[in-house]
């Protein structure tokens, strides 16, 4: 079992950068590739990168490619969702995922989810 909390959502302008960060616990960290995920007012959970059990293989969704990076740090059991260049449209709650296989992990969600964080981008 596995038990994944998000922090460091928050309220920012559009253009400004926001870290997000997700602690896991309860399991072998590196075992797990990792995701994250976000769900906008009114839709459905889309997801938005993944990050492979080394952190060397990295997958995003078209809409945050250039501007999202994600990372993690096997050493600390954290995950890391640096945001760039935010946008309205990016306000959403946010999650963290684990799953054993990076590469379902974005098509079928992660056998893991932390509680969310929300992120909101004014214009």
């Known amino acids: 079992q596995v038990q994944l909390a998000e922090s460091g959502g928050g309220l920012v302008q559009a253009g400004d950068s926001l870290r997000l960060s997700c602690a896991a616990s309860?399991?072998?960290?590196?075992?797990?590739?990792m995701g994250w995920f976000r769900q906008a007012p009114g839709k459905e959970r889309s997801f938005v990168a993944a990050?492979?059990?080394?952190?060397?293989?990295?997958y995003y969704t078209g809409s945050v490619k250039g501007r999202f990076i994600a990372s993690r740090d096997n050493a600390k059991n954290m995950v890391y969702l640096q945001m760039n260049s935010l946008k309205p449209e990016d306000t959403a709650v946010y999650y963290c995922?684990?799953?054993?296989?990076?590469?379902?992990?974005?098509?079928?969600?992660?056998?893991?989810w932390g509680q969310g964080t929300q992120v909101t981008v004014s214009s």
């Open positions: 990050i492979s059990w080394e952190g060397d293989h990295t």
């Open positions: 309860g399991g072998m960290f590196s075992s797990y590739a």
């Open positions: 995922a684990a799953d054993p296989d990076y590469f379902t992990l974005s098509k079928a969600g992660g056998q893991y």
